[in-house]
């Protein structure tokens, strides 16, 4: 049986010679690495650094970045199927605004990918659209996760406040969170 309360007791052992900085980059298996590609470019907006051929790599290689560094997500044409989502639950991106995360999602329905999910989950209290890529990968955009202060705690559950979708998010803000939106179009 699980017991949370003995896990939410685990800490960063004094003494560790190193501490990791942040998650660096994502790479995942896909059945058609050029299709792959051309989602995460011209859905997501990813650019290519680089490319691997089949004779170097199998199935072919793309690195992409969101941002300065080389890349932040990888696809190797390896795959047999669709992923069955059992090792790997999804993987995030953060947006600057909740201003994108809508206009993410309307973008994500205007190119009718399969959203699975846009609101407010619990435990960290961002907003977010979840969906899935053409292999079957879950997918999350994001903005406002919670911030851990220097005191180590994190949000009260009570203060959670999961909504089914932005718009209630919106309407029932979590303490601290401003869910102001500067596109007036985007204010129905």
């Known amino acids: ?42 859905i997501l907006g990813f650019q290519i650094s680089d490319v691997y051929p089949e004779e170097m790599v199998p199935g072919g290689m793309v690195f992409m970045r969101c941002n300065t560094d080389h890349h932040g997500i990888a696809l190797v044409g390896s795959a047999s199927a669709m992923s069955q989502n059992e090792e790997l639950n999804h993987i995030a991106f953060e947006v600057p605004s909740l201003d994108d995360v809508i206009r993410a999602r309307d973008h994500l329905q205007h190119h009718k990918v399969q959203i699975d999910f846009a609101g407010r ?9 979840e969906f899935r890529d053409p292999d079957n990968h879950r997918l999350e955009i ?38 102001s939106l500067r596109d007036p179009a985007l204010r129905r």
């Open 1 to 42: 049986m699980f017991d949370a309360a003995r896990v939410k007791r685990l800490t960063r052992p004094p003494g560790l010679p190193f501490q990791i900085g942040k998650i660096g980059h994502i790479v995942i298996n896909v059945n058609d690495v050029a299709r792959s590609a051309e989602f995460y470019t011209q």
């Open 121 to 129: 989950r619990r435990a960290g209290c961002q907003i977010a659209v």
């Open 142 to 179: 994001y903005w406002g996760i919670d911030q851990i202060g220097s005191d180590g705690r994190a949000r009260p559950a009570a203060e959670w406040n999961g909504k089914p979708s932005i718009e209630d998010a919106i309407a029932a803000p979590v303490p601290g969170q401003d869910l």
